[in-house]
């Protein structure tokens, strides 16, 4: 429930949209119903502009997207208003009852859904809720295709450009996405997939030689065997050092401190901080099986 997206959702059934796209069980309106009219300036290639009214019901807010989608336009930017109506959109819920005539006149789905609207598939209540957009396809259609001569051959054999679309997913919001499905109020919890590191090895003191020793040697050991581990041996208190894995989140963690005269070392779990006392002399094939 977070992202900068609101996604409209069906809780009945499994209905969900971005609002740019998402539609609702058509809305009764009659002639005296209130309606804007909203101008907006349509942009175009090669710096085309036009003057376009978008004609809705007052109770409901014009989409942006779904405006600009019904003028073809590649944007749409706010403009002074204009008595003179040449190109005018009419929300397709008014359809049959408006009287605005327009040298050029369409009907279209312009209007953004409200929460409470009714699913078009079950009737349920819609609702809003925040999304990140990890993916997404454009239709490009024939735009590039048609210019290039990329053609084939239809069932008719008439040669025909192709229709293109091309996709994209967004790593950098995926990492946030894992985040804000994996976290505490202490930091992120990696999952093992997508983890920078499997392991994060903390040597309390590096002031103790023998725990140095150990720290160091489990660390060559781990790489050795492939894990991806990362040695905290800075010269810096064990409390910022532990603050410090809970907050980047790695989902293991060895401690090397005081216990260990006693042949006692601590791994911690990142996810619910579960903490286990193991030997020291068993130390790699725990981490090893934690981590496999």
Same mark, same amino acid.
């Given at each position: 429930d977070?992202?900068?997206? @609101? $996604?409209?959702?069906?809780?009945?059934?499994?209905?969900?949209?971005? $609002?740019?796209?998402?539609?609702?069980?058509?809305?009764? &309106?009659?002639a005296?119903?209130?309606?804007?009219?909203?101008?907006? !300036?349509?942009?175009?290639?090669?710096?085309?502009t036009?003057i376009?009214? &978008?004609?809705?019901?007052?109770?409901?807010?014009?989409?942006?997207? #779904?405006?600009?989608?019904?003028?073809?336009?590649n944007d749409?930017?706010?403009?002074?208003?204009?008595?003179?109506?040449?190109?005018?959109?009419?929300?397709?819920?008014?359809?049959?009852?408006?009287?605005?005539?327009?040298?050029?006149?369409?009907?279209?789905?312009?209007?953004?859904?409200?929460?409470?609207?009714? %699913?078009?598939? %079950?009737?349920?209540?819609?609702?809003? @809720? *925040?999304?990140?957009e990890?993916?997404? $396809? &454009?239709?490009?259609?024939t735009?590039?295709?048609?210019?290039?001569? %990329?053609?084939?051959?239809?069932?008719?054999?008439?040669?025909?450009?192709?229709?293109?679309?091309?996709?994209?997913?967004?790593?950098?919001?995926?990492?946030?996405?894992?985040? +804000?499905?994996?976290?505490?109020? *202490?930091?992120?919890?990696?999952?093992?997939?997508?983890?920078?590191?499997?392991?994060?090895?903390?040597?309390?003191?590096? !002031?103790?030689?023998?725990?140095?020793?150990?720290?160091?040697?489990?660390y060559?050991?781990?790489?050795? #065997?492939?894990?991806?581990?990362?040695?905290?041996? =800075?010269? +810096?208190? &064990?409390?910022?050092?532990i603050?410090?894995?809970?907050?980047l989140?790695?989902?293991?963690?060895?401690?090397?401190?005081? *216990?260990?005269?006693?042949?006692?070392?601590?791994?911690? @779990?990142r =996810?619910?901080?579960?903490?286990?006392?193991?030997?020291?002399?068993?130390?790699?094939?725990?981490?090893?099986? !934690?981590?496999?």
């Amino acid at each position: 429930d977070s992202g900068e997206d @609101t $996604i409209v959702v069906c809780p009945d059934c499994e209905y969900g949209a971005n $609002i740019e796209a998402a539609v609702c069980q058509p809305k009764s &309106f009659d002639a005296s119903s209130e309606i804007n009219v909203v101008t907006m !300036k349509a942009l175009y290639d090669e710096g085309v502009t036009k003057i376009v009214h &978008f004609a809705l019901p007052a109770s409901v807010a014009l989409q942006d997207v #779904k405006a600009c989608n019904a003028v073809d336009a590649n944007d749409l930017v706010e403009c002074e208003a204009s008595d003179t109506i040449e190109t005018l959109v009419v929300d397709a819920a008014l359809e049959g009852i408006d009287s605005f005539t327009a040298g050029e006149k369409s009907y279209a789905d312009i209007s953004a859904v409200q929460e409470g609207d009714s %699913c078009v598939h %079950c009737g349920g209540a819609l609702y809003y @809720t *925040k999304g990140i957009e990890a993916g997404h $396809i &454009f239709q490009l259609g024939t735009q590039y295709s048609e210019p290039l001569g %990329c053609n084939f051959l239809d069932e008719n054999g008439k040669s025909v450009p192709m229709v293109m679309g091309t996709y994209g997913i967004g790593v950098s919001r995926l990492l946030a996405g894992i985040i +804000e499905q994996n976290h505490d109020d *202490k930091g992120c919890i990696w999952t093992k997939e997508s983890a920078p590191f499997d392991v994060q090895v903390i040597v309390s003191n590096i !002031k103790d030689e023998d725990q140095v020793a150990l720290g160091e040697e489990l660390y060559s050991q781990l790489q050795a #065997k492939g894990v991806d581990v990362l040695l905290d041996d =800075r010269k +810096e208190r &064990f409390g910022p050092k532990i603050k410090d894995f809970e907050l980047l989140g790695v989902p293991h963690a060895v401690v090397i401190g005081k *216990k260990l005269v006693d042949g006692l070392v601590e791994v911690v @779990t990142r =996810r619910g901080l579960e903490k286990e006392e193991v030997s020291s002399e068993n130390l790699l094939d725990t981490v090893l099986k !934690k981590v496999r």
